[in-house]
């Protein structure tokens, strides 16, 4: 399955009070669960790196009513890469699944451009189920990025990170790193420019 996911089976019945306690923490997941009547009957979809917690505020939102988790997917911890993108892969597959089915609840901007979204009425509720049993499935061509999340480079590194060029051309750029963050790292490349960077945006290899 995509990115090395894994679909958690469920009844038709099954509740986010059934499954909450049982989730593995070291997973990220991404759902798709049903309001009770209160809230419209309508779908959601969603991605959590936390889910116990989520699902938890969701519980207490509408408490005493049963919410229904229609699909519920698990991904690894792992950083992936593609379309210029470096994220988690619940995260990549929530983009995908907002993409593929913003056409469905027809929400529009002032302007009149087609608004992606994670909410849909539930007359939609068979669409977004078809989509995802179609995304999950597919063979992605996006890449395991070449870093952990708990690896960081260290001031002084000679590195590579992978630009993309003009067109659809990629290229790996050398430069020294100088300054590292929680978050970010600082590099001066060869060519006398310096750049700050995410870890989870970019790509690179250390020489």
Known sequence: MIYGSKEVELSLKTTIEDIKDDVDNDKHYFYIIQLPRCGSSRIKIGKSELLH???????????????????????????YTGNEKTNYPNALFEQKMKAKLKKVQGKTSKKGYEIQTEWYDYKHKQDVISMFDILKNESSTDTEHVKRTSERIKVGDIIEVLWKMEGRKKEYLKGKVFKVGTNTFTIKYDDGDTET??????SWQTL
């Open 53 to 79: 917690k989520r699902f938890s505020e969701y519980a207490n939102m509408f408490y005493g009513s049963d919410i229904y988790v229609l699909r519920l997917i698990s991904f690894p911890k792992k950083h």
């Open 197 to 202: 960077h995410k870890y989870t945006d970019v």
